[in-house]
């Protein structure tokens, strides 16, 4: 009786085993079956998550360089204004309708818009969790531009409901309520607005056109992602949705912060061993590969930077 118990037990083991073959052969066929971009996404995700589990749960970990309170440590102590404003042109963005590229959690998107006065800016992130901080971020500058009369200055260290802000969102209110060049005091949500997009890989954008695209600190994190052809698609991408005439602004960073963050994922480590196209050879690319006419170098009137933040920006024209 027992040995016949035995054997009905190993029966039941050899079946849920060639159950779990089968199992395994099914979703290695349908994997097969996975678009070439779709499958390249899916594992770079993978290769993300089973990076973040290997860290302790109390720490957070930004694959894409999607940091929380990322301008907070980006604007210096000595001032409440992202330094690249000012290298900026008005007539890149007055009345013109813009792209902000991985724009995190859309202090600056807001402060171009308020600043330069665009007819519309649209940014992207690919984090959800970044774009719901840029909406909050809009909706408190909107309550804050209705609620404050022009003659009056509050604190840029309050928010319009009288609430404590951090650093970040203290810039996001004090810039553009005293330093905007525009004379309009047009609703800042007509113009703004956010939503989530993986640039490289969406479709959802190739009807649109732009004036000016901007894409700053973003260039490493996509190429740590999705390699040097990642790299080309945004850069070709950029070229696509751009009116003629219209201006690329590019931050790129340096290879030495490629190193430093090459180990955030197993995507990143593997795509930073089969990296060609370093950034020095950028401006070559989009030049004479892309298809850019001219290219503007304005690091010389770039100052203030926090340290790690004075790098090199670019405007190409088509």
């Given at each position: 009786?027992?040995?016949?118990?035995?054997?009905?037990?190993?029966?039941?083991?050899?079946?849920?085993?060639?159950?779990?073959?089968?199992?395994?052969?099914?979703?290695?066929?349908?994997?097969?079956?996975?678009?070439?971009?779709?499958?390249?996404?899916?594992?770079?995700?993978?290769?993300?998550?089973?990076?973040?589990?290997?860290?302790?749960?109390?720490?957070?970990?930004?694959?894409?360089?999607?940091?929380?309170?990322?301008?907070?440590?980006?604007?210096?102590?000595?001032?409440?204004?992202?330094?690249?404003?000012?290298?900026?042109?008005?007539?890149?963005?007055?009345?013109?309708?813009?792209?902000?590229?991985?724009?995190?959690?859309?202090?600056?998107?807001?402060?171009?818009?308020?600043?330069?006065?665009?007819?519309?800016?649209?940014?992207?992130?690919?984090?959800?969790?970044?774009?719901?901080?840029?909406?909050?971020?809009?909706?408190?500058?909107?309550?804050?531009?209705?609620?404050?009369?022009?003659?009056?200055?509050?604190?840029?260290?309050?928010?319009?409901?009288?609430?404590?802000?951090?650093?970040?969102?203290?810039?996001?209110?004090?810039?553009?309520?005293?330093?905007?060049d525009s004379a309009e005091t047009k609703d800042l949500s007509q113009i703004v607005s956010f939503q989530k997009e993986n640039f490289v890989l969406t479709r959802n954008l190739d009807e649109n056109r732009y004036d000016t695209i901007l894409c700053l600190s973003?260039?490493?994190?996509?190429?740590?992602?999705?390699?040097?052809?990642?790299?080309?698609?945004?850069?070709?991408?950029?070229?696509?949705?751009?009116?003629?005439?219209?201006?690329?602004?590019?931050?790129?960073?340096?290879?030495?912060?490629?190193?430093?963050?090459?180990?955030?994922?197993?995507?990143t480590a593997m795509n930073y061993r089969t990296i060609v196209l370093r950034p020095d050879r950028f401006q070559e690319i989009l030049l004479d590969k892309i298809g850019f006419r001219t290219v503007e170098d304005l690091t010389s009137s770039l100052s203030g930077?926090?340290?790690?933040?004075?790098?090199?920006?670019?405007?190409?024209?088509?």
């Amino acid at each position: 009786m027992g040995r016949d118990n035995d054997q009905k037990k190993n029966k039941k083991k050899r079946n849920r085993s060639n159950e779990n073959e089968k199992s395994v052969d099914k979703v290695v066929t349908n994997e097969e079956k996975v678009p070439t971009q779709q499958k390249q996404q899916q594992q770079v995700q993978q290769g993300n998550c089973n990076q973040s589990k290997k860290k302790k749960k109390n720490q957070e970990v930004y694959p894409f360089g999607n940091y929380r309170n990322y301008y907070g440590y980006r604007i210096s102590h000595d001032t409440d204004e992202d330094p690249r404003l000012k290298v900026l042109k008005k007539e890149w963005f007055e009345g013109k309708d813009c792209l902000d590229i991985g724009c995190n959690s859309g202090i600056m998107t807001i402060h171009i818009a308020k600043r330069f006065g665009c007819r519309s800016i649209l940014g992207v992130d690919i984090d959800s969790s970044r774009i719901e901080d840029a909406h909050w971020h809009l909706r408190k500058f909107v309550r804050m531009q209705n609620s404050t009369k022009p003659s009056e200055k509050k604190s840029s260290s309050e928010g319009a409901d009288g609430g404590h802000v951090s650093k970040e969102q203290s810039a996001s209110l004090s810039n553009g309520e005293a330093k905007t060049d525009s004379a309009e005091t047009k609703d800042l949500s007509q113009i703004v607005s956010f939503q989530k997009e993986n640039f490289v890989l969406t479709r959802n954008l190739d009807e649109n056109r732009y004036d000016t695209i901007l894409c700053l600190s973003v260039t490493k994190w996509v190429h740590l992602n999705w390699g040097d052809d990642g790299l080309i698609t945004l850069f070709s991408k950029i070229w696509r949705l751009l009116q003629p005439g219209g201006i690329f602004v590019m931050e790129p960073q340096p290879w030495k912060s490629y190193e430093n963050n090459r180990r955030v994922s197993e995507t990143t480590a593997m795509n930073y061993r089969t990296i060609v196209l370093r950034p020095d050879r950028f401006q070559e690319i989009l030049l004479d590969k892309i298809g850019f006419r001219t290219v503007e170098d304005l690091t010389s009137s770039l100052s203030g930077a926090s340290k790690g933040f004075d790098r090199q920006i670019l405007a190409f024209q088509k």
